[in-house]
């Protein structure tokens, strides 16, 4: 074997793009609680699509890092700094879940870890997989790529309790420099802070558009609450269909444009622009109010694609959609900085202590982001593989209980039953 430090097993970020040598070092973090029932299988599943996809000339170097309740049993610490190194050093990586530590300083460590490393696109796919059960008489319209902020807006952390010398100072500021006389119940408020940027906008907005550029997707949709918070979300509307006009004239078409067309030449030459583009195989960037979009995703999910969205409008969406389809449990997710490269993929769920170490535990959220990871990287016919595998399974019913339970004629496998089969489809 290659040795593990070697620099030619290194992926590296040239000129915009990874260079990934035939066997990349990718480290990994094994997890907590089910983590340790569905990391290993996950591994051996990728392992095995690689080696038939690409008859042995490639194989993936896996290095373990520690995080969570592992790493603080081993090293008295949750996040070592070895384990941030080795991200940062290998750009691409994937984890397990990982406990939350109480009252240890540390809000999340995977918020730790999106932010060390600015990733700052969080991207969610949904689809739905024949067979699986799910709420919505037509799942099979669902088919959307979520790319959520995931370093800004409300969720950026800056909040003050009520009755703290803080929040004193701040309302302060706020009544007597700022003039603000809006704030219903002074006395009894905490208070926070939104910050949402022309950078931060347009750094996510860019990864959707050229997202749905190269994927052949018919649009891009701006999802906001700009009528009622006019600067922030408004803003994000606002630099977003600006980016779009600016930097993807020659790929995209606006609705924006659209309007502008309409109240200068009417309705009929604002169709007609529309058509041609279209016809031009142009991307129509759109936007739609937040609560709209939701009602919408249930009555017409056809209409949308790609989603381009805020942090906080961003996790109700992604949870949203995902259990429309049936897969919640199965959702996969991606945290991305498409400016340097670095990527972890991960398992969306929690560490589920209720059924840890049962091998019930369903690896699919997990083994469906390591199929995003394979993409990621360029080696996409062994995540397809994986895919069509993982469909052939759902479509006859096999499936974890979790899933199983729910299905027409599910049969309910153990985790290691389900990867089995799986590797033997493969
Ligand atoms: P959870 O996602 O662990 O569990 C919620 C429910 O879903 C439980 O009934 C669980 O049995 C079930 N479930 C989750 N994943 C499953 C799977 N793969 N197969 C079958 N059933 C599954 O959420 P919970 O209980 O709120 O959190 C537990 C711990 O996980 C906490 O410490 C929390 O902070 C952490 N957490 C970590 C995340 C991450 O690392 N990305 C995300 C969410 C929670």
Known sequence: MTNQDDFSNVISFVNGALDVPSSPIIPYIEGDGI????????KEIVDKAVYISYSGDRTILWKEVLAGEKAYNKVGQWLPNETMDAFRKYLVGIKGPLTTPIGEGIRSLNVALRQELDLYVCLRPVRWFEGVATPLLHPEKVHVTIFRENTEDIYAGIEWAAGTP?????????????GVAKIRFPESSSIG???????????????AIEYAIENKLPSVTLVHKGNIMKFTEGGFKKWGYGLAEREFSDTTF????FNKIKVEKGLESAVSAYNTAMTE???FI????????????LLKPEEYSVIATLNLNGDYISDQMAAMVGGIGIAPGANINYKTGHAIFEATHGTAPDIAGQNIANPCSMLLSAVMMLD???WSEAGSKITKSLEMMFKKGHATNDLARFMHDGTSLSTSDFANELINLL
């Open 35 to 42: 983590g340790i029932d569905i990391t290993n299988y996950v």
């Open 166 to 178: 803080e929040l004193k100072k701040v309302l302060n500021f706020l009544q007597n420099e700022m």
């Open 193 to 207: 802070v939104k910050p949402v940027s022309v950078e931060g906008t347009e750094r996510l907005v860019r990864a």
């Open 254 to 257: 606006t609705e924006n444009t």
């Open 281 to 283: 195989g142009k991307v």
């Open 286 to 297: 759109k936007d739609v109010i937040a609560d709209a979009f939701l009602q919408n995703t």
């Open 376 to 378: 990621y990287i360029g």
